[in-house]
């Protein structure tokens, strides 16, 4: 029977083996106090906290894009519809 430290572990594992760097990161910090003094350990759970924390700032970055593109898109519709127009001849 695996320990809670131990499943954590292979949790972890498997998520890197899905690139799902949250959860890995998670993980490994849930079984630390069991692999604390393996260096092997402090490799693996570090470039999974870094793999985490660079989705995260990379989806923050895509999010931006995203409502800059939809702001200027809409400026644009605005102009086409002659909105801009009318408020010239008031």
Known sequence: MLSLEEKAYCRAL??????????????????????????????????????????NEKSNTENIKTEIKESVSHGEETIVCGQGEQEETR
């Open 14 to 55: 498997e998520a890197l083996k899905k690139r799902d760097y949250v959860t890995a990161d998670r993980e490994f910090d849930n079984c630390a106090s069991m692999f604390a003094d393996s260096r092997g350990f402090k490799i693996i759970s570090e470039a999974a906290r870094m793999l985490a924390r660079l989705r």
